[in-house]
């Protein structure tokens, strides 16, 4: 799928489990999406993986079933199963600030795929590390 295809999809299933039941304020959907960003910065100073899956049937904190094989970040259980592993990570936090952009791209009706092109080619033509500023 193309990101306007995934921006239709994700903000069909966002109105169709209600999320949008009451109307949310242009700042509280960027503050949604700063918590997700912090989510994945906390998973990172925790030393967890990019992708790894918590199990919910022992409500430990512990995940059961990792990925990348081998990362080390906990146990396999033979109890997990699809409904009750919860896809957690660096990864999946990114994941769902990206999920929450493209819901409001979709709620507001943003051709996302045609700003993010606009802005690449700009990008394209700014000079080595413009602005020159570090962190």
């Known amino acids: ?8 999809e994700i903000h069909k299933s966002a ?17 949604l999406c700063h918590s997700e960003l912090s989510e994945s910065l906390e998973e990172y100073r925790n030393g967890k993986p990019n992708f ?10 512990e995940c059961c079933i990792c990925e990348p094989e ?28 990206i999920i929450r952009i493209l819901d409001y791209c979709g709620k ?3 051709d996302i795929e045609e700003a993010v092109r606009i802005k690449h080619e700009y990008n394209k033509t700014r ?9």
């Open 1 to 8: 799928m193309n990101l306007n295809q995934w921006r239709n």
């Open 15 to 31: 109105v169709e489990h209600g999320w949008w039941e009451e109307e949310r304020s242009f700042g509280d959907i960027i503050a």
């Open 52 to 61: 790894y899956y918590k199990c919910l049937i022992d409500e430990s904190d």
């Open 70 to 97: 081998n990362s080390g970040c906990g146990y396999q259980s033979d109890m997990c199963n699809e409904k009750s592993k919860k896809p957690e990570g660096i990864a999946i936090e990114l994941a769902d600030c």
């Open 108 to 110: 507001e009706g943003i």
């Open 127 to 135: 000079p080595h590390r413009h602005g020159g500023k570090w962190l």
